[in-house]
């Protein structure tokens, strides 16, 4: 387990706006890779898998590690500071689909090894300014409030208990991979999302330390709510008895539609603020598949900073290496969010 960074964290919070990395699935789509990419050298184990893997992006942590370890390199050229793993589906539940999830746990391990390596290969070249590796738990792939038979509201996919062991599973591969910190990220489920809290302490208690936290839902739709119904001050509330390090908002709308609700985050968080919205909205002729070039995303960032909203800003889908590095220029000596402090 990494030592806690947390205080490291907070310091340069409190000086400057720090930048996440892009969309590490737009990269890999990039990338046209076949079923045989995915599969990886006989070596991997999947050479007469029963199951096709292709489009099974937290795969290539354990079958072409050389091409994550690449995506993660050129976002920290870009100017990250911190990067995600490769693991927003790498949870048993979500890999079930792929007959994989025995497997889960070995591919958050693996894919927090690989960004470790490439952050502190970062780290050692600017020793001023240290890289840190965000573990990725995203929300899988089923949810624990809605149901799935619009005839049958009573219906459910999955259990708080089914989710719990899933989320353990992946954050004990994070841990022992060496992530500086837990992501739990695209919350559109806030149920979904204390299994994955609950999990997370649990893990906590078991290495017998904590790791600093960021959970960041999703509003889905101009209602301003996530799926399961919450305004941005409602999720807030029922997430803040884990103690994050920050709360935020991602995916979903594009930073034009998003401005309302990271405002209200911004306004009600006594914490730190985090915000990575999408390149915009889908648009298939495009080459990342979303609307928005680089130097739009780096005008909303700049808008954002600007106001005050985030202390830590990056992007979703459709963001590339060059829409991160507009971002680094957007908001660069823009002093980061100030907040009050929780008394004790």
């Not at 693996?110 to 300014?129: F, G, H, K, L, Q």
Request: negative net charge; charged residues 25%; contains cysteine.
């Amino acid at each position: 387990m990494q030592p806690d960074r947390t205080e490291e964290l907070k310091r340069l919070l409190d000086e400057r706006i720090l930048v996440l990395d892009g969309a590490t699935g737009t990269m890999i789509q990039q990338l046209r890779l076949g079923e045989a990419d995915f599969r990886g050298p006989p070596s991997c184990g999947l050479a007469h898998h029963t199951h096709d893997v292709g489009g099974d992006n937290d795969l290539l942590s354990l079958t072409k590690p050389d091409a994550i370890a690449a995506i993660h390199d050129a976002y920290f050229a870009a100017g990250a500071d911190v990067i995600t793993t490769n693991t927003f589906t790498a949870t048993s539940i979500a890999q079930a689909d792929y007959a994989l999830e025995g497997r889960a746990r070995a591919m958050n391990r693996a894919a927090a090894a690989i960004a470790r390596e490439v952050a502190d290969r970062w780290t050692a070249r600017t020793p001023d300014r240290p890289r840190f590796v965000a573990g990725s738990l995203g929300p899988t792939n089923r949810t624990a409030s809605i149901s799935p038979d619009v005839n049958d509201p009573g219906a459910r996919n999955t259990s708080f208990d089914e989710l719990r062991d899933a989320y353990r599973d992946a954050a004990e591969g994070l841990i022992d991979g060496g992530a500086d910190l837990l992501l739990v990220e695209t919350v559109f489920d806030t149920l979904n999302a204390k299994a994955a809290l609950f999990a997370i302490e649990e893990a906590f208690d078991a290495h017998g330390s904590r790791l600093p936290l960021i959970v960041s839902g999703t509003i889905t739709d101009a209602s301003g709510r996530t799926l399961s119904g919450q305004t941005p001050t409602a999720f807030w509330h029922s997430v803040r008895h884990a103690r994050p390090l920050a709360v935020g908002l991602n995916c979903a709308l594009g930073a034009a539609l998003m401005r309302p609700y990271i405002e209200e985050i911004a306004r009600v968080a006594d914490t730190y603020v985090s915000c990575y919205p999408n390149a915009g909205l889908p648009n298939p002729m495009s080459e990342t598949g979303y609307d928005e070039t680089p130097q739009e995303t780096g005008r909303f960032a700049a808008d954002f900073a600007r106001s005050g909203f985030v202390n830590l800003i990056g992007g979703c889908c459709g963001t590339t290496p060059e829409h991160i590095r507009a971002i680094v220029e957007a908001v660069r000596g823009v002093a980061p969010r100030r907040f009050a402090r929780e008394a004790g």
